[in-house]
């Protein structure tokens, strides 16, 4: 299994502002990345549109072509477009998710990721809705686009903001697409260490940053995300050739 995440907007393509000035493709990355990383600790084989700040082309108009093109190169089973809503009443609030037509194949897990969301976050449903937005149109896999919460709303931009909420609501989509793949999505793996003498934990995914300390040969330890192969445990960060998943 293999989704394509696309974090929506990017470069100086900022998306909606919200009202103290947040931006909408600051909060659809950190979301895809943390979402990108609960799928992949899960088994589930991630492809982004853009790891980065980029626009992915010269204009709008050639990054969306690219972001399709990505995700008709990458073999996905499903295509994820994760955005922020924005409104002129600064009372609009909820969440909701588009489909292409309503007899897509990405209908079901439209519906499961909106169920997780507004019953994690206790944000409204506004439901699963059909619009031809360009990306959810011209992918050929099965498309969703996530409007997680209103930004120029404060209080939902206030939550928007929050990185501890960031990633509450990229477990809630990825548990949403595991019930729709009958996937039972874990927040934290487990890990088993299998170098003989030890693995060193240290502060930041890199071999040049301080050893905070070392687990023992055989020790099991939680592992909360994945970075370029480096695994975030309780203690710190561990190099991932050293550990199996259990």
Same mark, same amino acid.
């Given at each position: 299994?293999?989704?394509?995440?696309?974090?929506?907007?990017?470069?100086?393509?900022?998306?909606?502002?919200?009202?103290?000035?947040?931006?909408? *493709?600051?909060?659809?990355?950190?979301? !895809?990345?943390?979402?990108?990383?609960?799928?992949?600790?899960?088994?589930?084989?991630?492809?982004?549109?853009?790891?980065?700040?980029?626009?992915?082309?010269?204009?709008?108009?050639?990054?969306?072509?690219?972001?399709?093109?990505?995700?008709?190169?990458?073999?996905?089973?499903?295509?994820?477009?994760?955005?922020?809503?924005?409104?002129?009443?600064?009372?609009?609030?909820?969440?909701?998710?588009?489909?292409?037509?309503?007899?897509?194949?990405?209908?079901?897990?439209?519906?499961?990721?909106?169920?997780?969301?507004?019953?994690?976050?206790?944000?409204?449903?506004?439901?699963?809705?059909?619009?031809?937005?360009?990306?959810?149109?011209?992918?050929?896999?099965? !498309?969703?686009?996530?409007?997680?919460?209103?930004?120029s709303n404060p209080r939902e931009e206030k939550v928007l903001s929050d990185d501890k909420m960031?990633?509450?609501?990229?477990?809630?989509?990825?548990?949403?697409?595991?019930?729709?793949?009958?996937?039972?999505?874990?927040?934290?793996?487990?890990?088993?260490?299998?170098?003989?003498?030890?693995?060193?934990?240290? *502060?930041?995914?890199?071999?040049? !940053?301080?050893?905070l300390k070392a687990y023992k040969y055989g020790e099991?330890?939680?592992?909360?995300?994945?970075?370029?192969?480096?695994?975030?445990?309780?203690?710190?960060?561990?190099?991932?050739?050293?550990?199996?998943?259990?």
């Amino acid at each position: 299994m293999k989704i394509c995440i696309d974090a929506g907007h990017g470069g100086q393509d900022a998306g909606a502002v919200g009202p103290s000035g947040l931006k909408e *493709k600051d909060v659809n990355l950190k979301v !895809a990345l943390y979402l990108g990383e609960i799928l992949s600790n899960n088994g589930i084989d991630v492809e982004y549109t853009r790891k980065e700040d980029d626009l992915l082309g010269r204009n709008s108009s050639e990054s969306l072509r690219k972001r399709v093109e990505i995700a008709n190169n990458s073999g996905a089973d499903y295509f994820i477009s994760i955005h922020c809503n924005a409104a002129e009443n600064s009372n609009a609030q909820g969440s909701e998710v588009f489909i292409y037509t309503i007899r897509s194949k990405a209908k079901n897990m439209a519906e499961e990721i909106l169920n997780k969301i507004t019953e994690t976050m206790g944000f409204v449903k506004r439901g699963v809705k059909t619009a031809s937005f360009y990306v959810i149109k011209n992918t050929n896999m099965p !498309a969703c686009l996530v409007e997680i919460a209103f930004i120029s709303n404060p209080r939902e931009e206030k939550v928007l903001s929050d990185d501890k909420m960031q990633q509450k609501i990229a477990l809630a989509i990825a548990k949403g697409i595991g019930n729709a793949l009958g996937i039972d999505i874990m927040e934290v793996k487990k890990g088993k260490v299998i170098a003989k003498s030890g693995l060193n934990v240290r *502060k930041g995914p890199s071999t040049q !940053a301080p050893i905070l300390k070392a687990y023992k040969y055989g020790e099991i330890i939680n592992i909360y995300s994945i970075l370029d192969g480096w695994y975030k445990t309780d203690d710190g960060w561990v190099f991932g050739r050293y550990v199996e998943f259990i």
